[in-house]
């Protein structure tokens, strides 16, 4: 974890991803789905960047695309950059592309299934990797596959590594599919939602893991979760997606801090508290996430935003430098923590409505 100004282990050194005004798109039955509409983002060695955001945000198209495994539908446009240690993904060979899948990159799903077969034993599935990665002799492989599973905490690592993916428990699979991904040692992991099949206290031992290890091997990692409360106290960074968009992004403390975006602000508030009573209603966000089938002009957040204002309905807020930090940035006209932001918040507040008003309500939300 860093400090206020965001000055950690791995911050000073070079970029290890950057990702460049990403635009993925779908074209639909139903119309243009903007997925991903324009992000920017770096991860440097040695650090965590949670990305959140709710159902639809476009946490999954982001890193499917970072990993060069997009739906055959999507387009990516032309302009969109994702550097791996300076080298365009975009312009890699098949071939290259083969070798850095699982050397360079690697990716825990949220279903461990998507990643093991369910025919091929444990042992296989580990040796198979690291034979074609590694080029290892079957013996060595078998070594280093045992070394892997007792690495993530599997118990009996030579018993697991005989059987099936059917004869482990979910949490166990999971272990399992991070051995499988950490096995080449990536430079980035991408961990998507990796906890949202398993019980909470399974979900954070495998989050504990996650950390563990990206530690240990320095590794960068993007860790995406709708839970801001789950990258709270594991994540360096933070970046909140709005409808295919980073509306706010930062350092983690600063992020609770000094929050800029009010829908930072709205999941923030969304986080359980142990300090809360157990019967106290947690703090939701109302309306629901916007279309992004021909999105409305302004800004996507504008119908469920406490603070909007006429301009928000017209214009999108680009995501600029917060006075606060060159590593804090926030799209948003009136954003917290300024005169103009507070006093269009209690302007609205003062009014009785939430939003700028329920005709802005009707016209935008699904
Ligand atoms: N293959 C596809 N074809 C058309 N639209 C798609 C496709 N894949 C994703 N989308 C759309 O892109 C948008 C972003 O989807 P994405 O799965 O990235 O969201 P998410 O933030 O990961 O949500 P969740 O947390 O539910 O996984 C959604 O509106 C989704 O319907």
Redesign the pocket.
């Known amino acids: 974890m860093d400090d206020l100004d965001g000055t950690a282990p791995g911050a000073g050194s070079e970029e290890l991803l950057e990702v460049r005004d990403l635009r993925v798109w779908?074209d639909?039955p139903r119309g243009l789905?903007r997925?991903?509409d324009g992000i920017d983002l770096e991860v440097r060695p040695g650090r965590t960047l949670g990305v959140v955001?709710?159902?639809?945000?476009?946490?999954?198209?982001?890193s499917r695309a970072i990993m060069k495994i997009l739906?055959p539908?999507?387009r990516v446009l032309p302009g969109s950059e994702i550097r791996l240690n300076g080298v365009d993904l975009a312009t890699v060979s098949p071939k290259t592309n083969k070798h850095l899948w699982g050397v360079d990159l690697s990716m825990v799903f949220q279903d461990p299934m998507t990643s093991l077969t369910p025919v091929l034993t444990i042992g296989k599935q580990l040796t198979e990797t690291l034979r074609y990665h590694l080029d290892l002799d079957r013996a060595a492989a078998k070594a280093e596959a045992i070394r892997l599973l007792t690495l993530v905490g599997i118990p009996e690592p030579a018993k697991r590594f005989d059987q099936y993916p059917h004869n482990l428990s979910g949490g166990m699979r999971q272990r399992v599919t991070i051995a499988l991904a950490i096995s080449c040692s990536p430079k980035l992991l991408i961990a998507d939602?990796p906890t949202t099949a398993l019980d909470v206290t399974v979900q954070h031992q495998i989050l504990n893991l996650l950390q563990e290890l990206q530690q240990k091997a320095n590794m960068g990692m993007i860790l995406?979760t709708?839970d801001l409360g789950v990258v709270a106290g594991r994540a360096d960074d933070i970046a909140v997606?709005y409808a295919?968009r980073v509306v706010e992004k930062a350092p983690t403390r600063q992020l609770f801090s000094h929050m800029r975006h009010p829908y930072t602000r709205a999941l923030i508030d969304a986080i359980p508290r142990l300090s809360h009573p157990s019967h106290t209603h947690l703090a939701s966000i109302p309306g629901r996430p916007p279309m992004?089938i021909d999105p409305p002009p302004g800004c996507s957040f504008a119908a469920r935003c406490p603070s909007a204002q006429a301009r928000c309905l017209e214009e999108t807020p680009a995501l600029e430098i917060t006075p606060d930090s060159p590593a804090h940035s926030a799209a948003c006209f009136f954003p917290l923590g300024t005169p103009h932001g507070e006093s269009a918040r209690e302007t609205n507040l003062a009014a009785g409505v939430t939003a700028a008003g329920t005709a802005i309500q009707a016209k935008d939300v699904i």
């Not at 955001?53 to 982001?62: A, I, R, Y």
Request: proline share 0%.
């Open positions: 779908f639909t789905v997925a991903v955001g709710e159902s639809g945000s476009g946490k999954s198209v982001l739906a539908s999507a939602e995406i709708h997606m295919g992004i």
